[in-house]
């Protein structure tokens, strides 16, 4: 249901039960979020990586969340893409 609120291809949803994507991800933030945090993990956050990214050495161009609210601005930037 999350991911069919972004109708584009490249769009790819994770269930990361053991937190692995989520703490990578916080790290490569490099900061705190403003939101999307629930017992100390992410969480329902849309995150865009640019076409030359690399995980675990690119940070993304957009990250926000939770999904729902997201995803407005999320579509916006895929179109440049």
């Given at each position: 249901m999350v991911q069919?609120?972004?109708?584009?291809s490249r769009v790819i949803q994770y269930w990361?039960?053991?937190?692995?994507?989520?703490?990578?991800?916080?790290?490569?933030?490099?900061?705190?979020p403003s939101c999307c945090k629930?017992?100390?993990?992410?969480w329902d956050l849309a995150a865009l990586?640019?076409?030359e990214a690399q995980?675990?050495?690119?940070?993304?161009?957009?990250?926000d969340?939770?999904?729902v609210d997201a995803s407005p601005n999320l579509e916006k930037r895929l179109e440049h893409l």
């Amino acid at each position: 249901m999350v991911q069919s609120r972004i109708s584009d291809s490249r769009v790819i949803q994770y269930w990361d039960t053991d937190h692995l994507i989520a703490g990578e991800l916080q790290h490569q933030l490099g900061s705190e979020p403003s939101c999307c945090k629930r017992d100390g993990v992410l969480w329902d956050l849309a995150a865009l990586y640019g076409k030359e990214a690399q995980w675990g050495n690119s940070a993304p161009l957009f990250a926000d969340g939770p999904v729902v609210d997201a995803s407005p601005n999320l579509e916006k930037r895929l179109e440049h893409l």
